[in-house]
């Protein structure tokens, strides 16, 4: 009998009964359980399932009533024997609350009365039709998975998990682990290749899941969810592999969460994989299903692999490897070489001699199986030494008021420094710097510091050159030198110059900058060192028309002590800094684009930028970008930056011409947490989760799938005065608008529905258009369409007759002129339309956001509008089609 024949005959109606408390245990293939009744599911996906195969269990009473039910779904890869020798890998997918047997979206909204009451195949509605595919592909595709794919079903909650509970199974997982082990009793699962993966509240689950049975699974993939108890869990997962997906604009969970769970593993010696997606909501699985090695990333993990900590199956002369595996079996037992290790009986052992490891553990049958080997090795030692420097001054205490910092430095680029002080170990980290003394100095720092880092082998280095530190009280020695009076050399610069001080072996040249001229004051510290008998130095990087106090301190024999102190004043800065170059443009929409430069440079310091579009400064930056807003869509523009120096020198300026898109819609998208079900009932003042420009009314620049809502806007060319009829096809709901007007309402929840309005365009050039459109769930569809006056057919409004804006040619743009004032204006505007007969007036922000919409009756000459409501700032003005800029002052 082939597969299919067998998986849909229903011969193997009772294939397993148990007794278990008084209660009778069924497991049923080719049909499912509808209401407590024996029956096929209903459909609720758009694609074909038909190659998933119905299961139920339920268990009964003494009396034969159903006290409790679940039905799965399961799919069998290509040429798959259920009798035959080969075992196959088999993934359990948990889905999200929203497709329970009893349809989740805060309450349970369908009525025991209702067919999909408890089972539909909602279940199947994320992730249904990717691993169909994937067990479909030819196994030697990476985006194959050639086993088994099992979704069951919850049914009376709605939920995998609802807390820690102790670390008891939830009812649904109770009933999730007799599936499992149907399927491994019956169809061929392999026990050591059993997957878990859930998006939402399946992610919580299978945190959940993987945490109390860990036992079962040889890898799990949350998406959008962490677990409950994270301490508790991360713990026994440490060694399981784990690959976590999460959406940067997610609120549950948020991003902070995930990498907190993350981290915690990590802290711990896990190695789990983390994937954020920073512009995605709470729907990752879109994404994480087309990652290219989703399914090849779970085909790789076995159950019997052992977890080595850090990665590296070698360990450094002297330490050890500390070696892993997973939780909840009853029993372990290490072996080096095919021999017990004597008390080796936990689930991580710490291997530091050279061999073949393996563990035997227990499972709950009683019978003991044994893992994969590993071979551990041992490193060569490192032959290695790091230089080890220091900042500052090494002789303490200081003698004046100072603010010398003692860091020890040593190179970077190495993962891990341990600090050593007289052979000691003071401290390990990160780092590559150490601060040890700071101020005047204290005796307790005086010591041999040295510093090894960890390799890229993972071994430790040899120890660097030692560096010591002195605490000598009082100091005696050596003779002062005698400083001359310094030259200024520039508004930066300064020359220093000193008598020979018998003894010493090497000068620190000390600076104090004094509160005066505008500047704050700092304390002494080393700006430099020369060697034995160098007698002078230049300072440089001093501040324009600046203060500053030297001393010369003569350092030999452990001891030092300081010169005589010198004043200088610097010159002042009049040089500008260079112009700014390389001025460009990018990331443009029809309202704002970003500007970057290339740094200029100057003998202080660039302090800031200027910048100024179309003469006309709209600020300042401190970095080499600034995002322009406020423009107007098909228009051209001079963009200007000028550096700006601490001494308030302006630099000539850098310009760029360019032009902004004109074409396109601008769209805002919103995604949903609970059903939707029309467009009426939408607040669509609410911030959108994204927003963008498009070519034309496109819904493939979603997110997900399922629960989003789109509002397109912008103008339409109209060429030639007369009726014209619109269409939409859309499932779900749509509507669109011509000036404001409802044209064609489509809206409501319905599969791909066409309707059709018209509109009578008593004059050409650009009105404004807007289509609003909804999707709850199931497939997702939308085209706009229009049907000119005379022998035009029916068609797909084109692209160049959307626009952002008039910039162009259009004749209502020609009409007349329009004037506002005062502006900037505060509270109340006033519109000249004497020679511009408006429909509709328009305030947008920045980033062409609508704030206000007002209509006209295009008879008025002057329209006033209060704005006292509006925060201050910079706005656009749309008259019709025209663009004015306004800035509101408070």
């Not at 080595?308 to 595996?325: H, M």
């Not at 443009?588 to 200029?600: D, H, K, P, R, V």
Request: glycine share 8%; proline share 5%; aromatic share 12%.
């Amino acid at each position: 009998m082939s597969m299919s024949k067998w998986l849909l005959s229903g011969l193997l109606s009772v294939c397993c009964i148990a007794t278990l408390f008084a209660q009778t245990v069924q497991y049923d293939s080719g049909y499912s359980l509808r209401n407590y009744q024996l029956s096929h599911y209903y459909k609720m996906v758009s694609w074909d399932d038909s190659q998933y195969k119905e299961f139920n269990y339920r268990a009964l009473n003494s009396s034969q009533a159903i006290t409790e039910f679940m039905n799965w779904r399961a799919i069998f890869p290509p040429g798959y024997q259920k009798n035959g020798s080969q075992k196959y890998p088999m993934i359990i997918m948990l889905h999200g609350a929203g497709e329970s047997g009893r349809s989740w979206q805060g309450v349970f909204s369908y009525a025991p009365s209702d067919v999909r009451y408890d089972n539909n195949d909602h279940n199947l509605l994320h992730g249904g039709q990717e691993h169909r595919d994937a067990v479909n592909r030819n196994a030697s595709d990476p985006r194959a998975f050639p086993g088994i794919v099992i979704f069951p079903q919850v049914n009376h909650s709605g939920a995998w998990e609802n807390g820690w509970n102790n670390g008891a199974l939830t009812q649904n997982e109770n009933m999730a682990v007799k599936i499992i082990e149907y399927m491994l009793a019956n169809y061929n699962a392999d026990i050591n290749r059993i997957y878990v993966h859930g998006l939402s509240n399946g992610a919580k689950g299978t945190w959940d899941f993987a945490s109390k049975r860990p036992d079962l699974f040889a890898a799990m993939a949350p998406m959008s969810g962490v677990g409950s108890n994270p301490d508790i869990m991360t713990t026994t997962l440490v060694t399981t592999p784990l690959w976590l997906f999460q959406g940067g604009l997610d609120t549950n969970p948020n991003p902070t969460s995930a990498q907190s769970i993350i981290n915690t593993l990590i802290s711990k010696g896990g190695s789990p994989r983390y994937t954020l997606y920073p512009n995605t909501g709470h729907g990752t699985w879109y994404a994480a299903y087309a990652e290219p090695d989703f399914f090849s990333w779970l085909l790789a993990q076995d159950k019997r692999k052992i977890y080595v900590f850090g990665g590296s199956p070698a360990f450094c002369i002297g330490e050890s490897v500390k070696l892993g595996f997973s939780a909840g079996f009853t029993q372990y037992q290490w072996t080096l070489n095919g021999v017990d290790i004597a008390g080796a009986t936990d689930r991580f052992y710490n291997a530091s001699v050279v061999g073949t490891y393996t563990v035997k553990f227990k499972r709950a049958d009683n019978v003991w199986y044994e893992s994969f080997p590993t071979n551990i090795t041992s490193k060569p030692a490192s032959t290695f030494s790091p230089t080890l420097t220091n900042t500052g001054s090494k002789i303490l205490p200081i003698d004046i008021s100072s603010n010398n910092v003692v860091d020890l430095v040593a190179p970077t680029g190495y993962t891990e420094y341990t600090w050593l002080k007289d052979g000691a170990v003071v401290a390990t980290t990160t780092s590559s710097t150490r601060n040890i003394s700071t101020g005047t100095g204290s005796a307790t720092t005086a010591g041999s510091y040295t510093v090894r880092v960890k390799e890229s082998t993972g071994c430790s280095s040899l120890p660097s050159n030692a560096i010591s530190v002195v605490y000598t009280s009082p100091h005696t020695n050596p003779t002062p030198p005698v400083q001359a009076n310094p030259v200024v050399l520039s508004a930066t610069q300064t020359s220093l110059s000193w008598s020979d001080s018998p003894a010493e072996d090497y000068y620190e040249v000390w600076r104090n900058r004094r509160a005066a001229n505008g500047y704050s004051s700092e304390p002494y510290k080393v700006v430099g060192i020369v060697g034995q008998n160098v007698l002078s130095f230049i300072d440089a990087g001093l501040r324009p028309n600046a203060q500053y106090f030297y001393r010369i301190r003569a350092i030999g024999g452990n001891d030092g002590r300081f010169s005589n102190e010198k004043l200088i004043t610097t010159q002042d800065d009049a040089i500008p800094p260079s112009a700014p170059t390389n001025l460009a443009i990018s990331n443009q929409t029809g309202f704002q684009a970003l500007l970057t430069w290339t740094a200029s440079t100057d003998n202080d310091q660039v302090a800031s930028y200027q910048i100024l579009l179309n003469a006309t400064q709209v600020g300042t930056s401190t970095t080499t970008s600034f995002t322009l807003t406020g423009l107007t869509p098909g228009a051209t523009y001079t963009a200007e930056v000028k550096a700006v120096d601490a001494r308030n020198n302006v630099s000539a300026s850098g310009s760029v011409n360019f032009t902004t898109p004109e074409g396109g819609l601008s769209y805002k998208y919103w995604e949903s947490e609970t059903s939707l079900s029309s467009l009426q009932a939408f607040d669509f003042t609410q911030t959108p989760d994204v927003t963008g420009i498009v070519n034309n009314f496109d819904i493939s620049v979603r997110r997900q799938d399922d629960l989003f809502v789109f509002s397109f806007e912008g103008y339409i060319q109209i060429d030639a005065t007369g009726t014209y009829t619109f269409y939409t096809a859309s499932d779900d709901g749509s509507r669109l608008y011509i000036n404001n007007t409802l044209v064609v309402d489509n809206d409501g929840l319905h599969g791909t529905v066409e309707r059709s309005g018209t509109y009578n365009f008593a004059s050409t050039g650009r009105f404004p258009i807007k289509v609003t459109f909804f999707e709850n769930g199931g497939g997702q569809a939308l085209t706009v369409q229009y049907d000119p006056p005379g022998a035009a057919p029916k068609q797909t409004i084109p692209d160049n007759k959307l626009f952002l804006a008039s910039g162009g040619s259009g004749a209502r743009v020609a009409a007349g002129e329009v004037s506002v004032f005062p502006n900037p204006v505060r509270n109340n505007l006033t519109i000249d339309l004497t020679q511009y007969k408006a429909h509709t007036i328009t305030i947008y922000d920045q980033v062409g956001n609508t704030v206000r919409r007002i209509n006209v009756d295009g008879m008025q000459d002057i329209k006033n509008i209060e704005i006292s409501d509006l925060k201050e700032g910079t706005y656009i003005l749309g008259v019709d089609s025209k663009r004015i800029r306004i800035v509101k002052k408070n």
